[in-house]
T-cell receptor
Framework: KAGVTQTPRYLIKTRGQQVTLSCSPI?????VSWYQQTPGQGLQFLFE???????NKGNFPGRFSGRQFSNSRSEMNVSTLELGDSALYLC????????????FGQGTRLTVV | QQPVQSPQAVILREGEDAVINCSSS?????VHWYRQKHGEAPVFLMI?????EQKGHEKISASFNEKKQQSSLYLTASQLSYSGTYFC????????????????FGQGTILTVHP
């Protein structure tokens, strides 16, 4: 069974640019959650999608947005990048039915210069 | 509000035991435990639900005290492969049950196992 796939693995962007990250969940999983991981703030929840609908959202500015497609693949977009957006972005895949185990992808390491 | 993990770091020799604690000020629906090695994704270890149900994949045990909103992860007979940062992720209790995939993670406990 294939795991969670995130692309790209590494990105370097300039301040002010925008970026799109992709996450393909485990086959059959309908929920995708996104997290930002930094040394200072740890793992922080961005948002969760289930069957193309955002069900939950964290405390991030509107520059962070996401969407989910009918095949459960999800994308996350960050506009007007700031230096502080440099982080490891992780997505987690689960069935989305009740409290179930979530499986993380390898992450996308974003560096903003 | 972020759950508090203790200790922040622990050093063991192979074969020794360790306990990692996770405390929350919120009423919880579930507690999830993950281990992350440097440069890798967090790996699922255990989920504990209110009511006592547990789901896990490894020889690791855990407990969840609903009254105190505390969970403990028990690592027995530690192996070198247990080294890494352990995170608890808590799911707040809301009307209707789960808060839909929103885990609030603790700051992590760094576990180092030496030969």
């Amino acid at each position: 069974k294939a795991g969670v796939t995130q692309t790209p693995r590494y990105l370097i962007k300039t301040r002010g640019q925008q970026v799109t990250l992709s996450c393909s969940p485990i086959s059959g999983h309908r929920s995708v959650s996104w997290y930002q991981q930094t040394p200072g703030q740890g793992l922080q929840f961005l948002f969760e999608y289930f069957s193309e609908t955002q069900r939950n959202k964290g405390n991030f500015p509107g520059r962070f947005s996401g969407r989910q497609f009918s095949n459960s693949r999800s994308e996350m977009n960050v506009s007007t990048l700031e230096l502080g957006d440099s982080a490891l972005y992780l997505c987690a895949s689960s069935s989305g039915q009740g409290a179930t185990e979530a499986f993380f992808g390898q992450g996308t390491r974003l560096t903003v210069v | 509000q972020q759950p508090v993990q203790s200790p922040q770091a622990v050093i063991l020799r192979e074969g020794e035991d360790a306990v990692i604690n996770c405390s929350s000020s919120k009423a919880l629906y579930s507690v999830h435990w993950y281990r992350q090695k440097h440069g890798e994704a967090p790996v699922f270890l255990m989920i504990l639900l209110k009511g006592g149900e547990q789901k896990g994949h490894e020889k690791i045990s855990a407990s969840f005290n609903e009254k105190k909103q505390q969970s403990s992860l028990y690592l027995t007979a530690s192996q070198l492969s247990y080294s890494g940062t352990y995170f608890c992720g808590t799911e707040k209790r809301v009307s209707g049950g789960t808060s839909y995939g929103k885990l609030t993670f603790g700051q992590g406990t760094i576990l180092t196992v030496h030969p």
